[in-house]
């Protein structure tokens, strides 16, 4: 059962950009704080970003240095990841998930989706 679907994935070269986006049911989407995490191979899950429900506020990950942004349009029931200045060491698996509670933790996210493969050649 899917019930977020990331899309925009792909290759890029280092120092290029990419927009991932996450797309879930509309019925309660924005009833979700939703979340950004990676996974490289042979690493543990890592934290990205957080937006509320609404999409008033936003908490990111001090290790991404301002090079990633993170928005909701609840209208189109999608949040996106846009992500500058790429580099090797950004290659992962990229998920979104969303959670009730506000949080940084991916046990505390229920839903997630199956995700997407970013690599970023140099």
């Known amino acids: 059962q899917v019930q977020l679907v990331e899309s925009g994935g792909g290759l890029v070269q280092a120092g290029g950009s990419l927009r991932l986006s996450c797309k879930g049911p509309g019925g309660t989407f924005s009833t979700y704080h939703m979340g950004w995490f990676r996974q490289a191979p042979g690493k543990q899950r890592e934290f990205i970003a957080v937006i509320s429900q609404s999409g008033t506020y936003t908490y990111y990950a001090d290790s991404m240095k301002g090079r990633f942004t993170i928005s909701r349009d609840n209208a189109q029931n999608t949040v996106y990841l846009q992500m500058n200045s790429l580099a090797p060491e950004d290659t992962a698996v990229y998920y979104c998930?969303?959670?009730?509670?506000?949080?940084?933790?991916?046990?505390?996210?229920?839903?997630w989706g199956q995700g997407t493969q970013v690599t970023v050649s140099s």
């Open positions: 998930a969303g959670a009730r509670m506000w949080t940084t933790l991916s046990d505390d996210y229920e839903n």
